[in-house]
Structure formats: C-alpha cells, structure tokens
C-alpha cells in the first residue's frame, strides 16, 4: 500500500468528523440562542412587576431579536481542520498522532514520507482513530438536554410572569379630570341643561293680580267682538266660560287657511289693539297676541296658529287657577243643612230623657257620684257607731212578675188572635200558635205595602 493511496481516507474521515461536530454544534446553539432571547423579556418582566420598571417595547425586542441572531450565526461558523485535529490530540491523548499524520497525508510529494511504512502505519492508525471517534459522536447527548431545560425553566418564568401580570389589578390609564377649584361647586344647570318640557319656566300670571287678569281678558274681548269669526270667543269670554272661550281659540286657529286674505288682516289688527289696550304690564297676553299680529301681517299662518294655541293655553291656565277657588265656597251653602236636621235628633233626645228621668234619676245620680275620681281617704272619727239595720219594703215585692206569673194569661192581654205575632203561652200546644208568619198576607202588612208599592 503507498502513502498516496491512505492519504484520502485520512482527510475523508476527519472532514465527516468536522461536519458532525458542526451539526451538533448548530443545533445545541439553536436551542440556545432561542432561551437567550426569550431571557430578555424575562428580564423586563421582573423589572416591571418589581421594580415598576417603564421599558417600551421599541427597546426590548429590537434587543431579543439581536441577542437571538448573534447566538445563530455563531453557531454556524465553519470548523478549523487544524485546529479540531490539536484538540483531538489534546482531549483522547493521542500525543499529536493526529496532526502527523495529517502532515504526512497534505505532504505526498515529499521523499522523506515515501514508501515509508512507519508514516503509512501512523495514518492507518489516525483513520481508524478518527472513524471511532465519529460513531461516539451523539447530537442528543447531555449537553442537549442542559439546553433544553433551560429553554423549558425560562419559558415557564415567563408564562408565569405575564399569568400573574394579567391576574394584578390594574388602575385606569385615562387621563385624570380637571376639578374645579375648592368651595366653588358648579351650578346643576351647568351640569345637566335644563330641559324645557321636564322643567317648563315658571308661570308669569302669578306676578299678575286678579283686576290686572280681569282687565286683559275684557280688553281681549272688545278688540274680538268687532270680527265675525272671532265674535264667539268674547262673548263666551264675557260670560265666565274661559274654557269655552279657548275652545273657540283653537276652533279659530284650525280655520285660519279659511279665511280671506282681508279677515286675516282684520283680525291680526284686532289682536294688535287688544295688545295695545292690555300694556305692557300683562306680557302672558301682549306676547301671543303681537306675535299673531305680525305673523297674521307676513302671511305666516303657522306662525298665527301657534300664537292662538298659547293665548287658548292661557285661557285654559286661567280657568284651572280660579277653579280651586270656586269649589272651595260651593260645599259653605250645604253644609249648613245638617245644622238645622241635626237639631231634630237633639229635641228627641232630650225628650226620651224626660221620659225616662222618672225611673233612673236615682240611677244617674248614684252613678255620677261612683265615676268621680276618688280622693284621699280622710280620716276616722274617734267614736264608736252603732250599725245601721236596712228595712226592706214589704211592697217592692209586688213588683217582681214571677216565673208563674209570665206564663199565666190575664184578661186585659191585648192580642189578636189573627195575629202572628201575638204572644202564645210556652205550654200551647202547635195548632194554637196561628198562622205561619213567613205566609203572612201581604196587604196586611203596611211596610211591605208600602215597599212594593209604585
């Protein structure tokens, strides 16, 4: 066997050699560069959890992408043939074999190395060296597995941290309001606009007296008594029918289109005068009643409309206010009846009390005497009294009825026999009872009588 025959064997075996040790060199530093990037954020989350650190995003990734791209291009650089033979030599103890014999494999040409059987022993040697070596080799060994748990242990810290952030209470990031000034608190308007359905404005009739309403509503109808379509509403006007009267109002504004262009005139000069005859003491009146005049003027009938239905509204808050008034005198004139009956009850009382003074006079005194409160018991006198014996009256027991005695009939009994009313002994046997009150005739009963009678 010659030197240029075992030549390429030696440098095949350590070029696979050198291409093993790179792939498991890649994927170790994989696994590495991809735990390293994530540490970053790890880093920042503890800061931020901790330590309340602020770290935009614009700062970090552009930091974990860097770190993470460095750590992949440094495991892809190329291995030095020379420089993996030396550590090979210096890790298994070959003592150089294999950097000789890779000297006497790239020197060929060289007298010294040929057809020498010691260099060709030594490469022989150096290749079954290097081809032992490359089936040790393992991608998955125990520098792996450390990588990987250390991916798993950072990824899981991280997991942790962003759980735990999303579970925290978190204050609201909305800018803080503005508020105003100590002991100067805003008005409710400011806050909450009044709303004028809700909140109507206060009623200005009440700065008007009764002879101040009583004037404008006279003036009013005289200005409308000279119209024919407005003629209605003074005379209902003059007669105290205000509701009757804002009727009239609405009948009129509903028929404004009706009317020629000369009765809209005339009419809105009608309201002008009863404007100008109330003054400006009575705006509740002047204000509708101009406004219908210029609207009447410009042609403008919604307008004119919308200035009757007030002056009808007011009509009608006119007539409400002096409503209570009315019904409060009319119950004065009924309640005056009950006086006069009342004294009819009172005269028969008092005589069924002199009727019956005769008997319990006697009564009523003690019993006066028994309900006044009692005093306090006064003394006794020192002197031995003798007791009163109480006779009783031989005659008050005539007075008693006994048992016998209401059973017995006596000749001056007053019942009928036709009666079936009348008083029956308790011993009389039940055919002499008489009829059958309940089959009792009906004409000879005079309240039956009465009731069925038309």
């Known amino acids: 066997m010659t030197t240029a025959s075992v030549q390429a064997p030696l440098v095949r075996a350590l070029d696979r050699l050198r291409h093993t040790f790179w792939q498991r060199r890649v994927l170790h530093w994989t696994v590495r560069a991809i735990w390293l990037a994530l540490l970053i954020p790890t880093i920042v989350m503890i800061g931020y959890l901790w330590w309340n650190w602020r770290v935009p995003w614009q700062l970090w990734l552009p930091l974990m992408l860097l770190v993470g791209i460095m750590s992949m291009l440094w495991s892809v ?23 000789t014999a890779l000297e006497v494999s790239s020197n060929t040409t060289a007298p010294a190395y040929a057809e020498n059987p010691v260099s060709e022993q030594l490469v022989q040697d150096a290749v079954s ?36 952030d999303l579970l925290s209470p978190r204050l609201p990031t909305e800018p803080l309001l503005e508020l105003p000034p100590i002991g100067l608190e805003p008005d409710a308007e400011e806050v909450i606009p009044p709303d004028p359905v809700l909140n109507p404005p206060p009623n200005q009739l009440q700065n008007l007296s009764q002879q101040q309403i009583q004037a404008a509503l006279q003036a009013l109808a005289d200005a409308l008594r000279d119209q024919a379509a407005s003629r209605a509403i003074s005379e209902a006007i003059d007669r105290g029918d205000l509701g009757g009267a804002a009727e009239e109002m609405r009948r009129l504004a509903d028929r404004l289109g009706e009317l020629s262009g000369q009765a809209q005139q005339e009419l809105g ?6 404007a100008e005859n109330i003054g400006g003491e009575a705006p509740p009146f002047t204000d509708p009643l101009q406004s219908g005049n210029e609207a009447l003027q410009t042609g403008n009938l919604p307008g004119a409309t919308q200035a009757l239905e007030d002056l009808a509204e007011l009509l009608d808050t006119i007539e409400e206010s002096n409503s209570p008034d009315e019904s409060q005198s009319e119950p004065e004139s009924p309640s005056e ?61 005539d007075h008693v009825l006994q048992p016998s005695e209401l059973d017995a009939q006596t ?44």
């Open 129 to 164: 060296a290097t081809v032992d070596l490359r089936r040790k080799v393992k991608f998955l060994g125990r520098g792996f597995w450390l990588e990987f748990n250390m991916l798993i242990g950072i990824a899981f810290v991280l997991g942790a941290l962003l759980v735990f």
């Open 337 to 397: 009846q009950p006086a006069d009956n009342g004294s009819e009850p009172a005269d028969s009382g008092e005589g069924d009390q002199q009727q019956g003074g005769g008997d319990g006079a006697g009564e009523g005194d003690e019993g006066g005497e028994g309900d006044q409160p009692l005093g306090e018991e006064e003394e006794r006198l020192p002197i031995d009294g003798d007791p009163l014996e109480l006779e009783s009256d031989a005659d008050l027991e």
């Open 411 to 454: 000749d001056d009994d007053r019942r009928t026999s036709d009666s079936p009313f009348a008083r029956q002994p308790l011993n009389a046997p039940s055919d002499d009872l008489g009829p059958d009150p309940l089959s009792y005739p009906w004409d000879k009963r005079d309240i039956i009588r009465q009731y069925f009678t038309p």
């Open 77 to 99: 650089r190329p291995i030095n043939l020379q420089r993996m033979t030396h550590r090979l030599d210096r890790l298994m103890g070959m003592r150089s074999q294999l950097v």
């Open 269 to 274: 000069q009608s309201l002008q005068e009863a």
